[in-house]
Each structure stands twice: as C-alpha cells, then as structure tokens.
C-alpha cells in the first residue's frame, strides 16, 4: 500500500486520510449509538461522536507542532511509514508504542469530556464513558492493526 506509506501528518490533508477519518468518526459514533440507545443511529450521540472527534483532531495538531517544532499530527497519530521508525530498533519502536497509548489516553478523555457535556442529559457519565471507550477502543485497534501492517510490510 505505497498511498499509506507517508505519515499520517501528511495522509490525513489528501482525499484519502478524509475518508478514512470520516469511515473512523462514523464508526465511533454507530459503535456508541448502538451502545447507548441499542439503534444504529441516533442523532446526539452521532452529533457528540463528530464533535468530540474533531476537538480530539485539533487538539492534537496543537499539542504536536508544540512538542516538535511546528510538524502536524507526527507525536498525536503515530501513523508512520518505515522512513520515520526503524522496525529494527527496539527503542524507536518502544517509543511509537508509547505514543500510541498516550494518544489513546489522551483521546478518550478529551472525548469523554465533550461528549458527557452534550450527552449528560440522557445518559449517565458511566454509560457515556463506557461508550466512549469502547469507540476508541474500536478506532485505535484499526490504526494498531494499520501500524503493524505499514511497518512489518517493508
């Protein structure tokens, strides 16, 4: 997959990285739909899944171009290609990995934070953190499975 062999900092402003977040903030949002209201889609919580994904997005521009001097998304979405980590380095390799669960940290409570606020009405803060973990759970096993995939095939 020579399209998927650029950082994500790069894929994510071409056509393809836009389908492929939208594919991923759909799926959140029919994963916490169906968790939340047992339907495939219910307006609010598709609504709260959009919004709390693109503050999550942003968010993470900011917080990379401050830790690397000025280069989007390369420390939030560690999706890399086999010329930013050496498979061959356990220690380069550690780190991706350590990103990556950072990431997700950081991703599900900024998340939950904006998604109990819009959906606090309706649903108790534990169903919406349960929601809100089993939709990151679900995006970031895709981009680990997509990981391993880019820099095992090189």
């Known amino acids: 997959m020579k399209l998927l062999n650029v950082s ?18 759909l799926a959140e949002a029919f994963l916490m739909s169906l968790y939340l209201t047992r339907k495939i889609y219910n307006g609010l919580v598709y609504k709260s899944a959009v919004v709390s994904n693109v503050v999550s997005g942003l968010f993470g521009i900011i917080v990379s171009m401050a830790l690397n001097g000025g280069w989007w998304l390369v420390v939030w979405f560690p999706w890399v290609s086999r ?10 390799l550690w780190g991706l990995v350590i990103y990556y669960f950072a990431a997700l940290i950081l991703s599900v409570l900024i998340e939950l934070w904006i998604n109990h606020k819009i959906l606090k009405k309706q649903y108790t803060f534990k169903k919406t953190l349960i929601a809100t973990q089993i939709a990151n759970a679900f995006s970031y096993a895709i981009g680990a499975l997509l990981l391993v995939y880019l820099l095992l095939s090189h």
């Open 8 to 25: 994500f900092g790069l894929y994510a402003f071409l056509p393809p990285g836009w389908l492929f977040m939208a594919f991923v903030i």
């Open 83 to 92: 010329h930013e980590v050496d498979v061959h380095s356990s220690q380069a």
